[in-house]
């Protein structure tokens, strides 16, 4: 299948990536408190603020997140290339009583939109970092916002998406062996269940499986072209006079215990989260917490062959040799030297199934990665929220 883009590949495969039902009270009740989660908790964006303020969303498909923000009286220009969630963009609105909130609907991608307007908020989820132009388009979206507004972008991090391409490498690997070439059919999808369907279903997750399955496993957008990263995006924001604010999940604690008299200018700022980074590098590896053992910051060593791994996993195919994957020397020092028991076990657990990904016996495979604990208990922290702010 060759598609050319992420809306693309959605059109083509006829599903919605992020299907949120609206349909009861209950269903709105949990999707507004998720979203009110993200904003004013994780990202520090106090909904009550957001009334009256101009807010522009890149990419808002069928509109159920800007639904949200419409409740709270903020007023949508609402950016979307795929007229076919109008329909229901509208319908909902209307059922909500909210349509007065859309200022304008545009039938537009990113690249297309012009406007002279400065928006309060800008928020574009779930497809930037799949343009092979981003770099470009965050600087455009630091132009379109007011001084002092804020931008929420999401993005698949580089080093966050280990364990997610792990599993995606290691379920290429079962194609190969089963003999599937058709990695979009029913047989590739019931393969993957006996995989990942038991441990999916014990997820908080909002979508089905086979929805999962399609835009991660099988998507040919979480190619390593595909990712994106922290220092990658500060860099892009200092050029355009913007500040890292806040993100989801939360790990940055430059803040904490700080007077809030001690300024950093916003190079600093920025350069004392990189270490913070490097000092939480096994959360973004796995979704672990930190115990009450002390994690060792990560040497460039360890998150350069991560992202080197990353790479590899990320751009296995049914057609690759399964030779080149190598679970890396300074990876595994660096977790089996760790003092949490956790991060010993997973690595133990990693060395056994890359040994199993170099058998030609699918069951061995499978079984290899079902005698797996904290492989199958992790799923890592894959997607990213990155607030930043434009500079007053």
Known sequence: ??????????????????????????????HFAKRHNLYQ???????????????????????ENALVLASVGANLTLVEPNDQVFPRLKALFQHFGLQERIVELVQTGIDSFESETRYDIVLAEGFLYTLPNRDSLLLKISKLLNPGGFAVVAFG????LFLEMVRRMVLWRAYQLQGINDVHSDEALNLAKRFYGEDFAQLNASRPFEVWWKDTMVCPFLSSAYHWSY?????????????????????????????????????????QLL????????FFLTGLSPSDCEWQSAPCEVINSVV????????????????????????????????????????LEMNNLYKAIKSARLEELLSAYHETKWVRELWGTPQHYICFTKSV
């Not at 060759?2 to 009270?25: A, D, M």
């Not at 270490?275 to 096994?282: D, E, I, M, T, Y």
């Open 275 to 282: 270490k913070n980074w490097a000092s939480v590098f096994p």
């Open 41 to 63: 908790r994780h990202l520090g964006i106090p909904l009550s603020l957001l009334k009256c303020c101009s807010v522009l969303e890149f990419g808002c498909n069928s509109g």
């Open 308 to 347: 080197a791994l990353v790479a590899k996993l990320a751009d296995y195919t049914i057609d690759s040799s399964v030779e080149s994957i190598v679970y890396p020397d300074s990876l595994n020092e660096y977790l089996s030297e760790s003092k949490d028991i956790r991060l010993q076990q997973l690595n």
């Open 231 to 271: 220092p990658e995006i500060l860099s892009i924001l200092e050029r355009a006079g913007c500040e890292f604010y806040s993100s989801s999940p939360q790990w940055g604690s430059m803040n904490h215990f700080n007077w809030y008299k001690n300024v950093l200018d916003t190079q600093s700022r920025h350069s």
């Open 1 to 30: 299948m060759t598609v050319k883009s992420l809306l693309q590949y959605y059109q083509e495969n006829k599903f919605n990536p992020v299907p949120i039902p609206l349909g009861t009270t209950s269903d709105w009740d949990s």
């Open 157 to 160: 991090d580089r080093c966050s």
